[in-house]
């Protein structure tokens, strides 16, 4: 599904937020990058998500190297991951029925189906009886619910999350990785960035650990 071939990324000519990184993640895979503030996370993640290239090496997603896609294929490659941001960036002026729904709006979904997937997503993340709700009415918790049905509610392949627990406390961190093994279980390929080592330790999937750029850890689930 993904796979770095000795990729580094060089900023301002001299800092190498990466450097040498060569690793796959299987179709199916959940799999969690951990290391220090600045190790390199959110980097490797906005790689998949084709919001940077490489300076050296390949990125390759479903066997293609996204460096390599035409500017008018990028937004399409886009809309095939799901993302999850630490500060939910929702709308505030919208409902988090239409939060959910922008995705499907940009596609064009037609209406009803559009509503269909939307419910759906929000029922998922046990949110359906919030559709009307503004985020500002919503907790943290919830709020980070409603990323992951905006991110889920294109049924993506891939789905990719940085630091989606930062402003959780412990049980809310537990139930949103929860989630994110729901949807792994039903065959999503998930790669979450976390510096909670105590959480995801415990919930025995993959870790891929960071320092400074490089790969020095590749820890299969226990």
Excluded: C, W
């Amino acid at each position: 599904m993904i796979v770095f071939e000795h990729v580094g990324k060089r900023y301002g000519g001299r800092f190498d937020a990466l450097a040498n990184l060569d690793f796959r993640v299987d179709r199916g895979e959940m799999v969690f990058l951990t290391g220090h503030s600045g190790a390199g996370k959110s980097s490797l993640l906005r790689l998949i998500m084709r919001l940077e290239r490489p300076t050296r090496g390949r990125v390759l997603v479903a066997g293609h190297d996204i460096a390599r896609l035409h500017a008018s294929q990028v937004p399409f490659y886009r809309r095939q991951i799901g993302v999850v941001f630490q500060d939910h960036q929702l709308l505030l002026d919208r409902s988090i029925y239409h939060n959910v729904a922008l995705p499907l709006e940009i596609r064009g979904v037609e209406h009803r189906e559009a509503a269909r997937r939307v419910r759906a997503a929000l029922d998922k993340v046990g949110l359906l009886h919030r559709e009307k709700a503004l985020p500002i009415e919503l907790s943290g918790g919830e709020q980070q619910r409603v990323g992951i049905a905006r991110a889920v509610v294109n049924k993506p392949s891939l789905l990719l999350a940085d630091e989606p627990t930062g402003n959780l406390d412990p049980q809310l961190s537990a139930d949103i990785m929860a989630l994110f093994e729901d949807f792994n279980r039903i065959g999503t390929t998930v790669v979450i960035a976390s510096h909670d080592l105590a959480l995801i330790t415990r919930l025995r999937h993959r870790m891929l650990r960071l320092r400074d750029g490089r790969l020095v850890a590749d820890e299969e689930a226990a």
